[in-house]
């Protein structure tokens, strides 16, 4: 009875979850053609929805960048062997942050908003993530639990926040004023018209650089190092003189950290003021993503872009296809999200059984070496 061997890194990294991903739209195309519809128009309106013109991708790629921001909170706290599910939370309390300051310093100039306003608001996320973190490491609570409860807490912290403190007196609904011009972040289209009357802007760019700075962080740092020893083996990292303890808190005031950088997109770039519900549950799609990813940055930019697409050609999709709303994207998502995530092994073994059928490279160390032990 043979053994299967591991996959090899390409396949297990690349090719394992593209076939998963292919799977799900194939089952999302038979529960299009169940309720009677075309699959192949429903995935061709969710596609040219997400990408076919400048206004189009534009919108795919503002939800792409919260969903990089939270999916980055997600992997960084899964590499330390932490499971962080309040990254609403932590961009609830990052916005506070993010919008004292864009409000303050509104009448001077976004160049010099900005900077602060990111700072104020990994500061507000980051102390958010770090007492969840504290408590597991220095009273044994679950970071899971605390996580959860923080939710909570801050969905109640921002309404106190709103009506009592953000909220004029001239307006009704729980929202702070206007942030005025020089407090926004530009929008992407008033540099290249090709993306113009769309919402995503210049934070783009910064999530693009924590995509990179996360994963030097991870795999090219004595930290990254360290992270990744306790989320392998806690005992080994204790063994190996390493304070489980500090990591904890340092990756999950990190992670919340990142998760509050939805904030600056949300308040300073898309809306432009401080309101309820304005993480609009990006924080547990970021969940998704980072499982779609494989807590892998570049896995989590190509989820974050996957997401993104869905959620903006879903919007699309009830107005191109008949019959067909936008609740069948949550479906798609839902699959997706079963079949790289919670089904991840189920292609696993058929894919071992194929590539044992090619031969194994052998390294060039063991194919010098194999004559000169036969003539021994």
């Known amino acids: 009875m043979s053994t299967l061997r591991p996959l090899p890194r390409w396949a297990d990294v690349a090719l394992l979850p593209l076939l998963n991903l292919v799977l799900a739209f194939a089952v999302s195309g038979l529960v299009v053609l169940m309720i009677g519809q ?7 309106a969710i596609v040219t929805g997400s990408f076919g013109s400048g206004y189009n991708l534009g919108y795919t790629l503002y939800y792409s960048t919260n969903f990089v921001f939270t999916g980055l909170a997600v992997a960084v706290a899964a590499h330390a062997g932490l499971f962080n599910i309040g990254g609403n939370g932590q961009a609830y309390v990052a916005g506070i ?14 160049l010099l908003v900005a900077p602060l306003a990111i700072v104020a608001a990994a500061a507000c996320g980051g102390l958010w993530g770090f007492i ?7 009273r044994g609570s679950h970071v899971v639990i605390t996580t959860i409860m923080f939710n909570f807490i801050a969905s109640a912290l921002m309404v106190y926040m709103l009506n009592r403190v953000f909220k004029p007196p001239h307006i009704m ?15 992407l ?13 210049l934070t783009i760019v910064l999530a693009l650089v924590l995509l990179v700075g996360c994963y030097l962080l991870i795999f090219h740092t004595r930290f990254g190092f360290a992270m990744r020893t306790l989320g392998f083996s806690p005992t080994a990292s204790r063994y190996a003189g390493m304070s489980n303890s500090r990591i904890i808190m ?7 950290a990142l998760a509050a950088m939805l904030a600056v997109n949300e308040v300073l770039g898309v809306q432009t003021r401080l309101s ?5 549950d990006a924080g547990f799609v970021g969940i998704a993503v980072a499982l779609m990813g494989r807590n892998h940055p570049i896995g989590v930019g190509l989820a974050a872009l996957l997401f993104g697409a869905l959620y903006q050609g879903g919007n699309e999709l009830q107005y191109v296809v008949p019959g067909l709303t936008r609740e069948l994207v949550v479906v798609i998502q839902a699959l997706v999200i079963l079949f790289t995530g919670a089904m991840e092994g189920l292609l696993r073994p058929p894919l071992q059984r194929v590539l044992m059928l090619l031969p194994e490279r052998r390294p060039p160390q063991a194919v010098a070496a194999g004559p000169l032990q036969g003539e021994g």
């Not at 075309?38 to 061709?44: E, F, H, V, Y």
């Not at 942050?97 to 976004?110: C, K, N, R, S």
């Not at 969840?132 to 220095?138: D, F, H, N, T, V």
């Not at 309820?276 to 609009?280: E, N, T």
């Open 38 to 44: 075309d699959p192949l128009a429903a995935i061709w």
């Open 97 to 110: 942050g993010a919008a004292g300051v864009a409000l303050a310093l509104d009448q001077t100039h976004w």
């Open 132 to 138: 969840p973190g504290w408590l597991q490491a220095k």
């Open 173 to 187: 609904g729980p929202e702070s004023r206007i942030i005025a011009p020089g407090g926004r972040i530009p929008k």
């Open 189 to 201: 289209g008033d540099f290249l018209p090709f993306f113009a009357n769309t919402p995503v802007n």
């Open 250 to 256: 340092i990756v999950m005031t990190i992670s919340g």
């Open 276 to 280: 309820l519900d304005f993480v609009a």
